[in-house]
Nanobody, 123 residues
Framework: QVPLVESGGGSVQAGGSLRLSCEAS????????MAWFRQAPGQARERIAT???????TYSASVKGRFTISEDNAKHILYLQMDNLKPEDTAMYYC?????????????????WGEGTQVTVSS
């Protein structure tokens, strides 16, 4: 498992932006999938963006066109730029990683998780 620490959450008004960061200071793997998830109260955890070592990037329909996943390999940081935020984006946001494959599953087989960072969007 790799320690992951999220930051950058906060409270914004609808239409605003936030950039989340996920620091993986001990990340030295050459094959991996990194992902952002979110979970709102009473709802299932939702995978919203993935990035892998094959250059593959995916987004859920709910965030496509508004969120951008990226990474800084030198600093071992995964980012999630969130623009045009909506109240329905309110949730706890988590980053996750698997280092045994480049394949990004929906939820299972992510062996490393951060503690999460809260995002609240008001209307």
């Amino acid at each position: 498992q790799v320690p992951l620490v999220e930051s950058g959450g906060g409270s914004v008004q609808a239409g605003g932006s936030l950039r989340l960061s996920c620091e993986a200071s001990e990340f030295t793997y050459s094959t991996y999938c990194m992902a952002w998830f979110r979970q709102a109260p009473g709802q299932a955890r939702e995978r919203i963006a993935t990035l892998n070592t094959r250059g593959g990037i995916t987004y859920s329909a709910s965030v496509k066109g508004r969120f951008t996943i990226s990474e800084d390999n030198a600093k071992h940081i995964l980012y999630l730029q969130m623009d045009n935020l909506k109240p329905e984006d309110t949730a706890m946001y988590y980053c996750a990683a698997r280092t045994d494959s480049w394949y990004c599953p929906e939820l299972e087989r992510y062996y490393s998780w951060g503690e999460g960072t809260q995002v609240t969007v008001s209307s």
